[in-house]
């Protein structure tokens, strides 16, 4: 919920499994860097500005957990 992950029109999303530090390659994508359109004030141009790379963790589900979520929705039929 933090408002350093929320996404504006034109946010580009990089995703990588390289670490951008030590260039190791995860088996998994972990990074993710963001550039986006910002307005300078100053001098009324456009500005793409990217931000540095951050490393994410991707939850996963347990066989528990995805049975408790199958239990929490209602039968459609």
Do not use: M
């Not at 034109?10 to 951008?20: A, F, G, K, N």
């Not at 963001?34 to 793409?48: F, I, K, M, Q, S």
């Amino acid at each position: 919920d933090s408002p350093d992950w929320q996404i504006t029109n034109c946010t580009c999303l990089h995703y990588s499994r390289r670490d951008p530090h030590t260039g190791r390659t995860s088996p998994r994508v972990r990074w993710e860097q963001t550039a986006r359109p910002v307005l300078d004030e100053r001098t009324g141009r456009w500005e793409v500005k990217v931000e540095p790379w951050r490393e994410f963790t991707k939850p996963t589900l347990s066989n528990g957990d995805l049975v408790d979520v199958v239990h929490w929705v209602d039968p459609h039929l």
